[in-house]
């Protein structure tokens, strides 16, 4: 079975996030037809939209893995749940115990109404690319260019490199 890289972003900002974040990289490697291959250091930063919050912890895992994107999606989806993660579609910025977000997934390009890769987000996503940069700088982003280039243009937001 041929296996594919992937690029996961992790984030928290309710609870003991930086050990929310270290169990869920640890329930990455324990998904069935994926382990854990890299992972960044724990990076804190502010929180996006309007509303007050917490900082997030935030952090970026590779894993190689033979599952196809839905199946690995409700798998991550799954590991949220189990963290009492909960969407409302009406707070998009909404404080989480957890979020996993699919960025990468090897080369792949796709959209549809429940995935996009490339994760659309990413490249105003400062606190998924610097650490993505730690794990793999060389890294080409399909259809956007360099994790480099993107940095370069991403917008600044405040950030500490933790552990």
Not at 21 to 26: D, R, T, V
Not at 51 to 68: F, W
Request: aromatic share 6%.
């Amino acid at each position: 079975m041929q296996t594919e890289e992937v690029f996961i972003g992790l984030g928290s900002n309710l609870g003991d996030s930086a050990t929310i974040i270290e169990q869920a990289l640890s329930a990455l490697d324990n998904v069935n037809q994926c382990s854990l291959h890299a992972r960044s250091s724990l990076y804190r930063s502010a929180a996006l939209g309007d509303s007050p919050q917490d900082d997030y912890i935030n952090a970026v895992a590779r894993v190689d893995t033979s599952l196809e994107p839905m199946a690995l999606l409700l798998e991550l989806q799954a590991i949220e749940q189990a963290y009492y993660r909960q969407r409302d579609p009406q707070r998009r910025w909404a404080s989480r115990t957890l979020d996993l977000d699919i960025i990468l997934f090897g080369n792949r390009i796709m959209a549809d109404s429940h995935l996009t890769i490339p994760h659309p987000e990413l490249a105003r996503r400062r606190f998924v690319l610097e650490p993505m940069f730690e794990i793999d700088g060389d890294r080409f982003i399909p259809g956007q260019g360099s994790l480099s280039y993107l940095i370069e243009h991403a917008p600044e937001l405040a950030m500490q490199k933790l552990v």
